[in-house]
C-alpha cells in the first residue's frame, strides 16, 4: 500500500488529481464513492461481456431499452416506453420496501437476513385472508396492506425478542426462521391453495391486488402499482423518523455503542425490540407488494430472491432511505432488463446478477476508497508544498506535519469504522447484564 | 433405523467440515458469512474441473471423484481470498463482505456454469451433471446391530472428511498456529505484542475455511443432489454457522450440532414416510433440525460466549 502511494506522490500526475477532486469532499462522499463503485463494476463487467466475445456498450444499451428506461426500436402492441417503466417500477416496490427493511434493523446493529421469509408469510396471511374473498377493492386493497404489516411487525418483534431475551444471534433465528416458514406454508399451499396447472397457489381475486395489471389508457396497456407511491412516502417517513425523531436517535444510538447508550438511560432491549418490529413491517409490505401486487400467487417451497437483494441494495444506498431509493431503482433496472438484453444483445441474462454482485462487492470497499481518496489529497497537498517551496528546513518540517496530519486522518477514518461496525460482543453482554438486572429485581 | 443413521450421517458430516472451516475463520476474529458462497464456488469450481478433464481426456466423470474434491478444495480456498481481502487489507464490514460475497457467488457460478455449457458442450443447461458417488460397506463391522448402520453404505467422502476434522482439531488445539489463531480472536494485541502479524494469521484461517467449505459443498454435490446446479445453494453454508454458534464455537460440540442436523432431518424424512402421509406431509417434518435449534438455542445461547474480538477490525493503535 505505501509504495502505491510512494510513487503517487513523486509524481502525483493530473488524473489522479483530477480524479481526487471529482471526488469532492466529505459531502460529496457519501454519493461520489458509491458512483465510483458503479463505475468500476460497469468496467469489471464490459471486460466480462468482451471475453465472451460481445459488445459491452450495447448490451448495457439493452439492458436499459429493456426497463424502459430508453425506447426499444419495436413495441408489441399496447405497449412503449412508458408501461415497460411502470412494469420495472410494480417490481421495483417490494425491492425498496425490502432494503428499507435492512436499512432500518442495521441502524439499531441488527442485521435481518430473513427478510425473504417475512415477506413470504405476511404475502400469505394477506393471500388466504383477502386474496380469495369477495370484499370490495376499496376495502380490501388497505386492508391487506394492514394484514402486511402486521404480521411483519410480530414476525420481526419476536426475532427481535428472541435477541434481547434469550441473546440468539438474529443471523441465526432469521434464518432457521427463514425455513420453517418456507416448509410450513408449502404444505399448507400444496394441500389446501394449490393451483394443478401452474403448481403455484391459486390466483388472488383483482379486487385484492395491489397493482392494476393492464389498465387501458391512451391506447396503452399499462401496470399501475399502488405501492410503489407508497413506498416512496415509506422511504421519506423512515428517513425523517430515523434522522429527526426520538425514536430514531435511539435506534441509532443502541446501533452505534450499546454500552453508551444504556448509560445515556436509553433502553437497550426495548429498542433492539422496535427496531425489528419496524424492519418486520417493511419487511411485511414487501410481502404483500410482492405476492400480491408484482405476481399473484406464491410459489411453494421458494423464497424469493428480493430479501437477500435487499441487503445489497440497502448497503449500495449507504443505508440512507433516500440513498435506497436511488439504488433499488438501478437494481432493478439490471434485473428487468436482462431479459431484453440476452435477446437483443446474445448476452445471457445470468450476467444481471453478476453485474449486480459486482456494484457490491466494490460498494463494499467504500471504506477503503475513503480512506485512499483522504490519504491521497494529503499526499497532494504535501507534494504541492514541497514544488512551492524549495528551502529544505520547510520542507521537513511540512513532511513532519503531514505525516501526523496523516496519522490522524488515519486514526479518525478507522475509529469511524469501529463506530459503524458496532461491537456485537458488548451489545450482547449488555443484554445479558440487562437481564441479570432484571431477574435480580424480580 | 439403517437409514435414518446412513443418511444422518451423509448429511452432518459435509456439514461438520463446512462448520469447522467457520470455527477456523470466526476463532481468528472474522465472521464468515461467506461460508454459503464458499461452499458453492468451491463445488462449482470441481464439478467445473470434473467435468473439463472428462471430456477432453475421455475419462468417465466417476472415477474422478478426488480430482473434484481436490479441485473443490483449491476453489474454495482461492474464493476464500476475496473475503479476507476485503475483511482485512480493505476494512470492510465483514458481515456485509459475506453476504457480498454470497451474492457474488451464485451470480458468477450460474453464469459460468450455464456459459460453459453453452460453449464447451452445446447445451442450455445450468447443471453440470456429476452422479452420486459410489459406496461402500466395511464388512465386519456393519454386522454389529445399530451402531453397524454407521458402517454401511458409506460414502468415500465421509472418510475423507473424518481424516482431515481430526487433523482440523490437532492443528486447532494442539500446535502453536493454532494457539495463536485462537489468540487471534480473542485477544489480538497480545498476539501483536508476541510480535507476530495478526492479519496473516487471519488471512490463513479464512483461507483454511474457504477451503474445508469447498470440500463441504462438494460433497454435498456428489451425494444428495449428484449434479452441480443453482440448488447448492441451499442454505448449507447458513446451517453450518447454525451449527457453529450452537456448538458454541469448539469443534467437538459443533460435530454433536452437525449430527442432530443430520438425524433430525433424516428422522423427520423417515417419520413421514413410516406414518404413510401423503407427500405434502414431507414438508412439515422437514422444519424439524431448524425447530430443533431454535429451541436449544433458547436454553443454551445464554452460556454461549463468541471470541471476543469477533467481527471487529484490527486496529494496531487501539487499546
Same mark, same amino acid.
Given at each position: ?34 458512483l ?9 463487467a ?8 460481445? #459488445? ?14 430508453l ?40 442485521? #435481518? ?22 370484499? #370490495? ?23 427481535g ?16 426462521f ?38 387501458e ?8 402499482s ?10 421519506f ?16 444510538a ?10 445515556a ?5 426495548? #429498542? ?84 449486480t ?6 460498494s ?7 480512506y ?5 489529497? &494529503? ?20 513532511? &513532519? ?23 456485537? &460482543?458488548t ?16 | ?74 476453489g ?11 475483511c ?20 458468477l ?25 459410489s ?42 498456529y ?83 442436523f ?49 467481527? &471487529? ?7
Amino acid at each position: 500500500m505505501s509504495k502505491t502511494n510512494h510513487t503517487k506522490q513523486k509524481n502525483p500526475n493530473i488524473i489522479y488529481r483530477a480524479f481526487l477532486k471529482c471526488m469532492g469532499n466529505e459531502k460529496w462522499q457519501p454519493i461520489s464513492i458509491p458512483l465510483f463503485s458503479i463505475l468500476l463494476s460497469l468496467i469489471a463487467a464490459s471486460i466480462i461481456i468482451l471475453l465472451i466475445g460481445k #459488445n459491452p456498450l450495447q448490451a448495457f444499451y439493452n439492458l436499459l431499452q429493456g426497463a424502459g428506461v430508453l425506447p426499444k426500436p419495436v413495441y408489441a402492441g399496447y405497449k412503449n416506453m412508458f408501461t415497460d417503466f411502470l412494469t420495472m417500477l410494480n417490481a421495483m416496490t417490494p425491492m425498496l420496501f425490502a432494503a428499507l427493511a435492512v436499512a432500518v434493523a442495521l441502524k439499531a446493529g441488527l442485521f #435481518n437476513i430473513g427478510v425473504s421469509g417475512q415477506m413470504l408469510l405476511a404475502g400469505y396471511m394477506a393471500t388466504i385472508l383477502l386474496g380469495y374473498s369477495d370484499l #370490495n377493492g376499496v376495502i380490501a386493497k388497505p386492508l391487506v396492506l394492514i394484514i402486511g404489516i402486521v404480521v411483519g411487525a410480530i414476525y420481526g418483534g419476536i426475532v427481535g425478542w428472541l435477541k434481547y431475551k434469550f441473546n440468539i444471534n438474529e443471523v441465526v433465528s432469521t434464518i432457521m426462521f427463514n425455513y420453517i416458514v418456507q416448509y410450513v406454508l408449502s404444505f399448507f399451499i400444496n394441500s389446501y391453495y394449490i393451483d394443478p396447472v401452474s403448481r403455484q397457489s391459486k390466483y388472488i381475486k383483482d379486487s385484492a391486488r395491489l397493482t392494476f395489471m393492464n389498465v387501458e389508457f391512451a391506447g396503452l396497456k399499462m401496470d399501475l402499482s399502488i405501492g410503489i407511491i407508497l413506498a416512496l412516502i415509506t422511504a421519506f417517513i423512515i428517513k425523517f423518523i430515523v434522522d429527526k425523531t426520538r425514536i430514531g436517535y435511539e435506534i441509532k444510538a443502541v446501533g452505534v455503542n450499546p454500552k453508551a447508550a444504556k448509560y445515556a438511560g436509553i433502553n437497550v432491549g426495548k #429498542n433492539i425490540v422496535l427496531a425489528m418490529v419496524i424492519s418486520g413491517a417493511l419487511a411485511g409490505l414487501a410481502g404483500v407488494t410482492y405476492y400480491l401486487g408484482y405476481f399473484a400467487s406464491i410459489q411453494p417451497k421458494v423464497l424469493s430472491s428480493v430479501g437477500f437483494d435487499a441487503i445489497a441494495v440497502s448497503l449500495l444506498g449507504n443505508g440512507n432511505p433516500i440513498g435506497i431509493i436511488f439504488s433499488s431503482f438501478l437494481i432493478t433496472v439490471i434485473d428487468k432488463g436482462s431479459t431484453y438484453m440476452s435477446s437483443t444483445a446474445g448476452v445471457r441474462q445470468e450476467i444481471a446478477s453478476v453485474i449486480t454482485g459486482l456494484i457490491l462487492l466494490f460498494s463494499a470497499c467504500g471504506t477503503f476508497i475513503k480512506y485512499k481518496i483522504e490519504r491521497g489529497k &494529503e499526499k497532494c497537498f504535501e507534494a504541492s508544498k514541497i514544488n512551492s517551496h524549495e528551502d529544505s528546513t520547510v520542507n521537513s518540517t511540512n513532511v &513532519e506535519d503531514t505525516e501526523n496530519l496523516k496519522k490522524a486522518v488515519e486514526k479518525d477514518s478507522l475509529l469511524r469504522e469501529m463506530d459503524g461496525n458496532g461491537s456485537k &460482543e458488548t451489545k450482547e453482554s449488555i443484554l445479558k447484564e440487562e437481564n441479570e438486572r432484571k431477574e435480580g429485581e424480580e | 433405523m439403517d437409514t435414518i443413521i446412513i443418511d444422518g450421517l451423509s448429511f452432518a458430516l459435509p456439514l461438520f467440515i463446512i462448520a469447522i472451516g467457520g470455527i477456523y475463520s470466526e476463532k481468528s476474529g472474522i465472521t464468515n458469512l461467506a461460508l454459503e458462497g464458499l461452499q458453492g464456488f468451491g463445488a462449482f469450481v470441481g464439478a467445473l474441473a470434473v467435468v473439463l478433464i472428462s471430456k477432453f481426456a475421455n475419462v468417465e466423470v466417476q472415477s474422478l471423484f478426488y480430482v473434484a474434491l481436490l479441485f473443490s478444495i483449491v476453489g474454495g480456498m482461492v474464493y476464500s481470498m476475496l473475503h479476507a481481502l476485503l475483511c482485512i487489507k480493505f476494512k470492510a464490514n465483514q458481515v456485509i463482505s459475506g453476504v457480498v460475497i454470497n451474492i457474488l457467488a451464485t451470480a458468477l457460478t450460474v453464469f459460468l456454469t450455464t456459459q460453459v455449457n453453452s460453449m464447451v458442450f452445446g447445451a442450455v443447461s445450468d447443471k453440470f451433471i456429476l452422479g452420486v458417488s459410489s459406496r461402500f460397506t466395511i464388512p465386519g463391522l456393519s454386522s454389529i446391530p445399530v451402531i453397524g448402520a454407521m458402517f454401511k453404505d458409506i460414502y468415500p467422502f465421509e472418510i475423507v472428511i473424518i481424516v482431515i476434522a481430526c487433523i482440523a482439531w490437532y492443528v486447532l488445539y494442539k500446535t502453536k498456529y493454532g494457539l495463536r489463531l485462537r489468540a487471534c480472536g480473542d485477544n489480538p494485541h497480545s498476539v501483536d505484542a508476541a510480535g507476530i502479524e495478526v492479519s496473516n494469521i487471519r488471512f490463513k484461517a479464512v483461507m483454511v475455511s474457504g477451503a474445508l467449505s469447498g470440500l463441504g459443498g462438494m460433497c454435498f454435490a456428489y451425494s444428495i443432489s449428484a449434479n452441480f446446479s443453482p440448488s447448492i445453494y441451499m442454505g448449507y453454508g447458513y446451517l453450518a454457522i447454525a451449527a457453529l454458534i450452537f456448538g458454541n464455537w469448539r469443534i467437538l460440540p459443533t460435530l454433536g450440532a452437525c449430527l442432530l442436523f443430520g438425524f433430525a432431518k433424516s428422522g423427520g424424512y423417515e417419520l413421514g414416510q413410516m406414518l404413510a402421509l401423503p407427500s405434502t406431509f414431507t414438508d412439515l417434518f422437514m422444519i424439524l433440525p431448524y425447530v430443533l435449534t431454535l429451541l436449544l438455542l433458547i436454553f443454551f445461547s445464554k452460556s454461549n460466549r463468541a471470541p471476543r474480538a469477533l467481527g &471487529e477490525i484490527y486496529d494496531k493503535g487501539k487499546r
